[in-house]
């Protein structure tokens, strides 16, 4: 393959990634020659406009984070030298994928203390709206959460419950039943993920701060969580969240606040017991909708088909 004419790692252009999925390659290496200098302008803009927002509105562990990862302001980071520094801390490392990881795999790899990492960027001119995770959603937004032992233990927590998914619905004969009962299971860690890890807001001395990372990679939105009118914030109830349907194409209208680390990982074990009580094989329909692949994936842990 001609490195200089496939010299491109835009998200939806990048002839690299495209060849990896048609091997079927999942985890693949980062190919830093392959970013172009386009590609860097684009991280060296997305982290300038975000810097002052993060003093502003971030967690003090995700800014304790951003220091000691070193993360260069210029230029795309190397996953090689991200987990230089993150993997002392926590045991946590960011892992290359070539694209969407299916649900089951992606909570095993957070058991495992692996993060599966997009390596491409998104389009210069997008720099605002992006509807699937890039590497500076992925780096910038989730990464420096990882450096902090109470966060990565609450996602390791996660990925346990995701074995504990494959084990309860293992223990239901009907199949039709089975995979009824995994989608709402699964719709409802989706939908606690999702208003946690990706648009989690905490409580702090100074007012509220923004500790997920759907939030903390959005120049527009980091601000609005926090200060709009137009947002509802309210303390996290197990019961809501996994009964409360998420739209991903704009501005959240509805957020939820943790009191601590600590706090969002009891949360989690919380939600285990629920799990195993049965009290999430029937949440409310709506979105997200659930995939045969994700499906497929928890099915396979548990040696079962869809
Ligand atoms: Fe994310």
Redesign the pocket.
Known sequence: MNAVANSDLTTGHAPFIEEAQRQGDLYIRQPYELYSAENHETWRMLYRRLRPRWDQYANERFQAGIESLCLPQDRIPRLEDVNRFLSPLTGFRARAVSGYVPAFVFFDCLRNREFPTTVTIRQAGRLDYLPE?DIF??IA??VPMHTDRHFAETLVRFGECAHTAAAVVSEIRDPAERVRTLTSIFRAMARFFWFT??FGLMRSRDGLRVYG??LLSSFGEIEHAVSSPDVQRYPLQIEWAINQAFEIDHYQPLLFIVDSFDHLYSLVDELERWMKAGKLNHVAPGEPEVNEVDLRSFLEAAHLTL
């Open positions: 995770p959603h992925d937004g989730h890890i990706e990372s759907g």
